[in-house]
């Protein structure tokens, strides 16, 4: 590339040129007794390179409504003479559409990335408006953050957004989960466009996946018992996270959410009552858990080092995904087909073959309503069949004795 070279002294207006074949950066040496020299760059108009004793910087030099003016493009070599000119020639077209270059810089450098937004403008509302707020947080931290978290948010395309989404099918979640991720993409890139920091959403192209209807899995008895022997001898079976394992055990004990044991804090305990305070929940209202005599014991084991009680030692903060442990877990059992939070259908399911009535199991599960709560459990066959005979006696009673 034949570029040619205009120097002159900042001190002094004495312009001469160079023609050079090839120029690297290393043409763009400073003259003997000079302490500072400028180089136009023939073929980018505008560009310079400002050339000191200790460094070398790109400079954008235009006219703007009659005013000239100056703006910093990057230090060589953290920015290489070809990204110069390509970042020149933009300013240029921002020109030719009668756009300040400053002007834009300026508002480019108020664009917050993904993460800084989520953070610092969604996460606060959703706090206020939004029951499960702990959720949308979550599901960032563990989808979004690392893939597209520090990009820009005006940067992100639809295609991209796209690609997030089935990287997130590719781990084996399910279409439900997919679809939560995209709503909450779909909520954050709605809010963006609100504030005007995005000219298009691009969620409004990015399709929902296909859910089937889930079947709701409960553990038969033969299921149960091997997966509290995996759970009793879990290094037995190769695993060897054991945090992880007291988590499923204490969502298998307490019919809590995922999200729930995740987060519990040890401010969240009463233990001489035996009593978990749940301040906000998925339903909004604060409830209180009676922990039992294990689930007690199982959290006396944990390490009191972080304030949560079953912390990840790596990060001092909940684990952000215990899927890989629980599949490993449900792997050594031989359960098949069933999901984390089936454990809470699971217990629902087990308090009401118990005996126990729905408003009870209702309140156990911390629901809204006894409405989910029959949702959630199952009468198991045999309790059916049970409940069946009885009633037939009783009936079987008030018969005539001559009819029997």
């Not at 209807?213 to 054991?242: P, T």
């Not at 804090?265 to 005599?293: V, Y």
């Amino acid at each position: 590339m034949n570029i040619k070279v205009n120097r002159h002294t900042l001190k002094n207006s004495q312009n001469f040129h160079h023609s050079l074949q090839g120029l690297s950066m290393d043409a763009y040496s400073l003259p003997l007794g000079k302490s500072k020299h400028e180089y136009s760059v023939e073929g980018c108009k505008g560009l310079r390179v400002i050339v000191s004793t200790q460094s070398k910087t790109f400079l954008f030099r235009f006219n703007f409504d009659g005013v000239k003016k100056s703006l910093k493009v990057g230090k060589y070599p953290i920015m290489s003479l070809d990204e110069a000119i390509e970042v020149a020639n933009g300013y240029q077209r921002l020109l030719a559409k009668g756009i300040n270059p400053c002007a834009e810089k300026e508002r480019i450098a108020s664009i917050p990335t993904l993460t800084d937004f989520m953070l610092q403008t969604y996460l606060p509302l959703a706090k206020q408006n939004k029951k499960s707020w702990k959720d949308d947080e979550s599901r960032f931290r563990n989808h979004l953050q690392d893939s597209i978290g520090s990009e820009l948010i005006n940067s992100i395309s639809t295609a991209v957004l796209s690609d997030v989404l089935l990287a997130v099918k590719n781990k084996e979640r399910a279409n439900a989960t997919v679809n939560r991720t995209r709503a909450l993409m779909s909520s954050i890139f709605s809010l963006a466009f609100e504030r005007e920091l995005i000219d298009t959403n691009p969620m409004l192209r990015v399709k929902k996946y296909t859910e089937q209807n889930q079947i709701e899995r409960y553990l038969s008895d033969d299921e149960l018992e091997r997966l509290l022997d995996v759970l009793e001898n879990y290094h037995k079976y190769g695993i060897k996270n054991q945090i992880i394992v007291s988590i499923v055990e204490m969502l298998l004990l307490t019919g809590a959410r995922k999200g729930e044991v995740l987060n519990l804090k040890w401010t969240d305990l009463d233990l001489p009552k035996g009593l978990w305070k749940l301040n906000e929940n998925k339903s909004g209202k604060p409830r209180i858990i009676q922990l039992n005599t294990k689930t007690q014991q199982i959290i006396r084991t944990m390490s009191r080092k972080y304030d949560y009680v079953f912390a990840n030692p790596v990060s001092g903060k909940p684990f952000n995904d215990i899927r890989k442990c629980f599949d490993a877990i449900l792997k050594a059992a031989n359960i098949e087909k069933f999901r984390i939070h089936d454990l809470r259908h699971n217990f629902a399911s087990m308090a009401v073959n118990s005996g126990y009535d729905i408003y009870l199991v209702q309140h156990l599960l911390g629901h809204a309503s006894p409405l989910t709560t029959q949702r959630y459990a199952h009468m198991r066959q045999d309790t059916l069949r049970e409940a069946s005979e009885k009633l037939s006696m009783h009936i079987d009673k008030a018969r005539p004795k001559a009819l029997l």
